[in-house]
């Protein structure tokens, strides 16, 4: 066996004997997926909370807003429903008066439009008549079309940034404070070589979570696969090959566990929120899509919808995979003139 074998088989070894490794790759996705999955599971929303103040009127208002079923209604005084809307308790306040009552409204709360709207159609519709169905309102159930379908192949690809990111900076952190780092540059190992067995031995055990993450989420989710089994492996492949490049050049110049914990933290805590893990990266200004749609995690994340939710080949993949794989390449040639062996 070779240098570059010898290199790969020893991160291997590390990272096998490392329970936090571990820990991130098993462990953290079947947490994550449960919790969010769970909370986000395919049910009927809860009804809309609606305070009607206390007044002259209020119990006429109460009369006609308590058998709508998409609306749970309250009475409180006039100071004390303006608490609750400021608390996001309510998304509405309804204000008894005449000739209409007054509907408070946090224009930031999105229930509160919806909230507008029903109570609108329901006072608009004159009192014992019944209420007027303009459309006929379907579940959407089958597997593809839920938000838990949606979210999973965003948290694998975070799965996939997190463990890479430090899983690699900081064990080479913790080598170059040991002075391993120093020993091995004395030695006639290929510099290079000593770099690829990191983001190669990355992508070996890369393999192991997606497949794991996967099974895990077909079977507590029912979470479909429209697409290749091949290419989303492929593609997450190439994703975790991009945060070890990246996290290769993190580590590069840092000396202490402290300095890289906030180097990831600042790397990866932007795009776990702009690179559509939990929604979609599209709901962030206009002016902001063209750094976004070049971050990794948005490649990934995007790619391993198209092949799981739309049934997409790798061949039709080409913005996202030539963004995954500069990320791949450029930050490792980066550290390869940068890093500190010492």
């Known amino acids: 066996m070779g240098s570059l074998g010898q290199l790969?088989?020893?991160r291997l070894?590390?990272?096998?004997?490392?329970?936090?490794?571990?820990?991130?790759?098993?462990?953290?996705?079947?947490v994550t997926t449960l919790v969010l999955g769970l909370a986000f599971r395919n049910e009927a929303l809860s009804p809309v909370r609606v305070a009607v103040a206390d007044g002259p009127g209020a119990p006429a208002l109460m009369a006609r807003l308590r058998d709508v079923p998409e609306l749970e209604t309250q009475t409180a005084p006039k100071e004390e429903a303006k608490r609750l809307l400021a608390r996001g308790r309510v998304a509405l306040v309804l204000v008894p008066g005449t000739p209409a009552p007054e509907a408070l409204v946090d224009p930031s709360q999105p229930e509160g439009r919806t909230a507008r709207l029903?109570?609108?159609?329901?006072?608009?519709?004159?009192?014992?008549?019944?209420r007027i169905e303009a459309v006929k309102a379907t579940?959407?159930?089958?597997?593809?079309?839920?938000y838990v379908d949606f979210l999973i192949p965003g948290l694998l690809g975070m799965s996939l940034m997190s463990t890479s990111l430090w899983a690699l900076a900081m064990p080479l952190v913790s080598m170059r404070g040991g002075k391993l780092l120093k020993r091995l540059a004395g030695?006639?190992?290929p510099r290079a070589q000593f770099f690829v067995s990191f983001m190669l031995a990355?992508?070996?055990f890369a393999v192991l979570e997606i497949a794991f993450y996967c099974a895990f989420a077909r079977w507590m989710f029912g979470v479909p696969m429209f697409g290749s089994y091949t290419a989303l492996m492929a593609v997450g492949l190439l994703g975790s090959m991009s945060f070890a490049s990246l996290a290769l050049l993190v580590a590069s110049r840092v000396r202490t566990d402290e300095a890289v914990g906030g180097l990831i933290n600042l790397v990866s805590m932007p795009m776990m929120f702009v690179s559509g893990v939990f929604f979609?990266?599209?709901n962030f200004p206009t002016w902001m899509q063209p750094?976004?749609?070049v971050l990794p995690l948005t490649a990934l994340n995007d790619s391993l919808r198209a092949i799981m939710l739309e049934g997409t080949s790798v061949w039709a993949l080409g913005a996202p995979l030539a963004v995954l794989a500069g990320w791949a390449l450029l930050p490792v040639l980066g550290a390869l003139r940068w890093f500190r062996w010492m």
């Not at 579940?139 to 839920?146: A, D, Y």
């Open 139 to 146: 579940p959407v159930e089958e597997p593809g079309n839920r």
């Open 118 to 130: 029903l109570v609108s159609q329901v006072l608009a519709t004159e009192s014992g008549a019944p």
């Open 187 to 189: 030695t006639p190992m």
């Open 202 to 204: 990355r992508t070996a």
């Open 8 to 10: 790969i088989l020893m």
């Open 13 to 30: 070894r590390v990272m096998y004997r490392q329970p936090e490794v571990i820990g991130w790759t098993f462990v953290f996705p079947i």
């Open 291 to 293: 750094f976004i749609q």
């Open 280 to 282: 979609a990266s599209q």
